[in-house]
């Protein structure tokens, strides 16, 4: 039963007042009329619809659609197959491809072939005049040689057997055989009739079902997202008619082969497959490049996942397309970590840096190589620029002196093993730091001016975040700048005497950069490196400035890598580094070592030598002490000439020590037992004597304060 509304209003014909109250009526509202029946031919359209539109229908619908198309297509394609094996169509279609392209000398080659395909075919069909004959004498002669043949088994067998009758049985089982094959084949034929067509439809699926020969809308939900999808000759035709270059699309449909002929080989190349495109004439391989993001959607591939490179072969591009998703699974742990017994080989060896996108190991020579690495921040920079140097510590006879001007600790584990440490971000340091490479300029002349034939170990000088040293506006006491590029410029042109003259005695120079620009850095040092290395950057103009011209236009594009989700993935453009031929760079994704693995590397570096000192920043106004200065830099050689010592004093504190002669530290050390002396010619200062120095200071001030 439905219930009545009760609705309470105020009567509109009352008006209130001051002595009457306000009154409200009751008005009762009787439930609304109940609704027409829907008709039924509205409740069948819905359902209609809604079985129609439901995801199993869709699904039932596709499925049968696929299956029957499989069948219809996979005919078409038998019956091509079959005709192009019977006709010259084949080899007209691969001419008419290649006069389309322009390459007249592979069009003869087809003709050929075609002229001697007609040739043998013409043979053929003249040769078929003649064999009705042939063949019956041939029939004639066999039936007539296998009856001789039987009867003569049989007189063999009558003769052991002594029994005449034994001549015919030869032939009699002989005819008896021939009448059961006969039985066979009228028992099987009528089935046979029958399943052959069905044989016939499994076998034309069979071939549409491996060519996936159906409409998109048709496949798998997997194979219509591209998901997994194989890379064939058709698929990469079809991207580049669909590239949007009027030429190409043009000279694909007017090659027979609907631009097969195109193609070379599909490739496999590690994590992916790698194919050369000879483009028709008009088309130019830049128009290719400038469209590398459509060309991967047309692939359904992400852009990261095709590379478009120049071989050296005229108007030719070479595509490596990565399998879905492959370059986002991370490589494994670098030889550094796994292998504890790795050790390093300077002139001869190669560093293990990561894998190309093949997934072969790429291995990087440093042999007299001034490096440069550069990229946006947070791109993994300096795993990539210490994990060289980690396998380069492992060489006993390389020295290091190294400056990190960002200073959060991502290389203290070199605090033991190179020479010179210097961290921190301030003027101060990028002070230090210069001062440290002109000392390396210093050595590096010493070098140069020494006898023919001398042999000189290996020096690093290695300055991450070097921008802030050509930013830094500091300026010394005859106001030169520390900063900057001109030619005034101390952290500047320190750089470029290394760059220009240090590779000769084995000292090098090492730069790590962020965001590169001609401020930060100067055209004259990026291009003084040997080995350019690049991780994302922003702009094309960027990657030109990191790699140089020549990278960039042979298809080198760290511009287009994905900044934070490739990071360690870097371009490189170097001849210590094995470049496939043609190829001007070569895409290298860096195994990361972490700062645990690098201390483990580095103790076992520390192990391979006698001992190193570190020098470390000094803060202005620092107290020091000669003797124990001298000492430290000293540290746990056996003895160091007297004019390292002074070198190291400098770079220890160079406003104490920087305008040391012989004469000072001769007067710091007279009387305390630990006086230079000489050893094999030249003057040392030796360790014990100084340890002896000091603990008899040590007592000295001890009985002094007793007294």
Known sequence: MSEN??????????????????????????????????????????????????????????????????????????????????????????LRAAEAA???????????????????????????????????????????????????????????????????????????????????????????????????????????????????????????????????????????????????????????????????????????????????????????????RKLAENLTRHEHEVFITIPQAARTVRLWIADSGALDEPIGPSPLVTDDTMTADYAKGRAPWGQDLRGDAAALSLYQRHLLITGLSNQGKTVALRSLALWLSLDKSVQFLMGDLKGVGDWAMFDGLATTLIQGPTDEHVIQVTEMVEGAVDEMNRRIQAPPGTTFPPLIVLVDEAQVAFMCPAKDDQKRPYGGSKANSRYFMAVRKIHNQGRAVNVLMWQGTQDPTNENLPKLVREGAHTRASLALGTESQARMALGDKAVDGGAAPNLLRPGLDRGTLVVASDGIAIPAGQSSITVRTHYIDDDAAEAITDRAKALRDGVTTLHAIEKGEEHDPLTDIASVVGTAERVRTKDVLSRLGTLNADAYGKWSFLDLKRVLDGTGAEPYKSDGVMVVGRDRLARALANRDDEGSASASE
């Open 102 to 292: 322009g390459n007249y000398e592979v069009a003869e080659e087809w003709e050929e072939r075609l002229q001697r395909f007609r040739e043998a075919r013409h043979r053929r069909r003249m040769d078929l005049l003649h064999s009705p004959v042939d063949v019956a004498k041939g029939v004639g002669v066999g039936v007539g040689m296998s009856i001789g043949t039987l009867i003569a088994l049989g007189v063999v067998m009558a003769i052991h057997n002594h029994d005449v009758t034994d001549i015919i049985t030869p032939l009699s089982a002989t005819i008896d055989f021939i009448g059961l094959l006969i039985r066979i084949v009228q028992i099987v034929w009528g089935p046979a009739l029958a399943v052959g067509p069905f044989l016939a439809l499994l076998g034309m699926w069979a071939v549409g079902s491996k060519q996936q020969a159906a409409p998109a809308w048709a496949l798998p939900a997997n194979v219509r997202s591209g998901e997994g999808e194989p890379i064939t000759p058709s698929i990469v035709v079809k991207a580049l008619r669909d590239l949007g270059v009027p030429a190409l699309r043009k000279a694909i449909a007017e090659m027979g082969d609907a631009g097969a002929g195109m193609l070379g080989p599909i490739r496999i190349a590690g994590c992916g497959v790698e194919v050369d495109v000879t483009l028709p004439s008009g088309v130019s391989t830049i128009e290719v490049q400038n469209r590398r």
């Open 5 to 94: 509304v009760v609705s309470l209003h105020k009567s509109p014909d009352l008006e209130p007042s001051a002595d009457t109250a306000s009154v409200t009526t009751l008005t009762v509202v009787p439930d609304p009329a109940p609704g027409k029946p829907v008709p039924l031919w509205v409740r069948s359209g819905r359902a209609v619809r809604t079985v129609v539109t439901h995801e199993t229908t869709k699904t039932t619908v596709r499925t049968v659609a696929r299956h029957g198309l499989y069948t219809v297509n996979g005919g078409r394609i038998v019956a091509r197959r079959t005709w192009d094996g019977k006709t010259g169509a084949r080899y007209e279609r691969m």
